[in-house]
């Protein structure tokens, strides 16, 4: 067992199957050692989470809607690395555009939920830099959506 899969399975983690891109774009690319990972949102296997934060939905649950984000980027990840996510060097960057009511401010708390989850699954290697940004819609309601790019072997 990877180094990785062994984390993921110390945390209590199973990747989902990477959603199917939703319009006309790929889920990832790659270039060199770089892969590009399209905007993954708060989706799982029982709807995920939609709505706007602070209108309806708190930061807590914004924030577990992020995680639910930074989940389907790792299955994305794994996909890109071919099924071996020790061939991940370090994470390099995070966008997370977040559903937000207008006066809603707490946007980096939400986006914690995913940062969290790459140092919680990467260690080191899963601290990066971060926009975080509020919305006033996203896709089909989601509450969250988060890209990524990262190093791979």
Not at 85 to 90: C, G
Request: charged share 20%; net charge neutral; hydrophobic share 45%.
């Amino acid at each position: 067992m990877s180094r990785i899969e062994g984390r993921l399975k110390e945390l209590g983690i199973t990747l989902p199957t990477p959603p199917a891109p939703v319009a006309s774009y790929i889920p990832f690319t790659r270039s060199g050692s770089l892969v590009h990972i399209s905007g993954q949102v708060s989706v799982d296997a029982a709807g995920g989470v939609k709505g706007k934060l602070g209108g309806g939905l708190s930061t807590e649950q914004g924030q577990a809607a992020a995680r639910l984000c930074g989940l389907n980027l790792l299955a994305q990840l794994k996909a890109a690395c071919e099924g071996d996510l020790d061939r991940v060097r370090r994470a390099l960057k995070l966008n997370g555009f977040v559903n937000v009511a207008p006066d809603f401010d707490p946007i980096p708390q939400v986006m914690n939920g995913c940062s969290d989850l790459m140092v919680e699954v990467l260690g080191e290697a899963g601290r990066h830099a971060r926009s975080a940004v509020g919305v006033a819609n996203l896709p089909l309601g989601f509450a969250v959506e988060v890209d990524g790019a990262f190093e791979i072997a």
